[in-house]
C-alpha cells in the first residue's frame, strides 16, 4: 500500500497570509490527524478528523482549521499567519473508528516557512 | 504541562551494544504507547507499541517495556546499528470513545558509533 502523502512539501508564505496543505491517508484509513512540529514545542496534536468529522482538537488558536473529504483525503488550513507558525507540519493516518487500531502512520510532513 | 517526558536528548552507543531510551508520563488514563524513529526531513516512522495492560513486547531487535507503577517505559534495541540513528520519539495514546491524540515527548537522538 502506497504510505500516507502530503502536498505541497514546501512552502513560504508572507505573514497575514493563508495557506492549505493537503493530505492523503493510506487508503483505508478513514481518520486522520495533524500535528505541529517546532524545536520550542515538539510535537504538538493539532486535530483528528474521522468521516468529515472533527472528533479531537488540540490546544490551538482558531486560526488553524481542518476538514475532511468523502474520500478521507483531508486538508489543513492556517489563516492570518504568524512567524511563529513556522514549522513541520505532519499528517498522520490510522483505520479509526472504536475498534480500529492506535498506530498513526505519518507522512513527510510539509514544511511551512512565514516570513 | 509536559504529560510525557524524554529527559535525555542525546544517547551515543558503540555498535554492537545495547541502546536503551527512556520514558516517563504523568497521566495515568494513557492507555497505549507507541515509539518512533525519525530522520530528518521526514514524517516519524512507526516501530514498535504496547498496550497499557502489559508490560512488556518484542519485534526483532526491538523490545519495549512498561512500568505502570513508576509511569515509566524504555526501548531496548539490540544489537544496535548504525542504521539506527536518529530521534526517537516516545509517544502516548490519548484516547476517548473511538477519538484518539498522541502525546510526544521531546525526542531523544541516539547515535551509533561504528
Known amino acids: 500500500k502506497a504510505g500516507v502523502t502530503q502536498t505541497p512539501r514546501y512552502l513560504i508564505k508572507t505573514r497575514g497570509q493563508q495557506v492549505t496543505l493537503s493530505c492523503s491517508p493510506i487508503?483505508?484509513?478513514?481518520?486522520v490527524s495533524w500535528y505541529q512540529q517546532t524545536p520550542g514545542q515538539g510535537l504538538q496534536f493539532l486535530f483528528e478528523y474521522f468521516s468529515e468529522t472533527q472528533r479531537n482538537k488540540g490546544n490551538f488558536p482558531g486560526r488553524f482549521s481542518g476538514r475532511q473529504f468523502s474520500n478521507s483525503r483531508s486538508e489543513m488550513n492556517v489563516s492570518t499567519l504568524e512567524l511563529g507558525d513556522s514549522a513541520l507540519y505532519l499528517c498522520?493516518?490510522?483505520?479509526?473508528?472504536?475498534?480500529?487500531?492506535?498506530?498513526?502512520?505519518f507522512g513527510p510532513g510539509t514544511r511551512l516557512t512565514v516570513t | 504541562d509536559q504529560q510525557v517526558k524524554q529527559n535525555s536528548p542525546s544517547l551515543s552507543v558503540q555498535e554492537g551494544r545495547i541502546s536503551i531510551l527512556n520514558c516517563d508520563y504523568t497521566n495515568s488514563m494513557f492507555d497505549y504507547f507507541l515509539w518512533y524513529k525519525k530522520y530528518p526531513a521526514e514524517g516519524p516512522t512507526f516501530l514498535i507499541s504496547?498496550?497499557?495492560?502489559?508490560d512488556k513486547n518484542e519485534d526483532g531487535r526491538f523490545t519495549v517495556f512498561l512500568n505502570k507503577s513508576a509511569k515509566h517505559l524504555s526501548l531496548h534495541i539490540v544489537p544496535s546499528q548504525p542504521g539506527d540513528s536518529a530521534v526517537y520519539f516516545c509517544a502516548a495514546s490519548d484516547r476517548y470513545r473511538g477519538a484518539q491524540k498522541l502525546v510526544f515527548g521531546q525526542g531523544t537522538r541516539l547515535t551509533i558509533n561504528p
Open positions: 504496547i498496550s497499557s495492560i502489559k
Open positions: 498522520a493516518s490510522r483505520e479509526g473508528g472504536q475498534a480500529g487500531g492506535y498506530e498513526q502512520y
Open positions: 487508503s483505508g484509513h478513514r481518520s
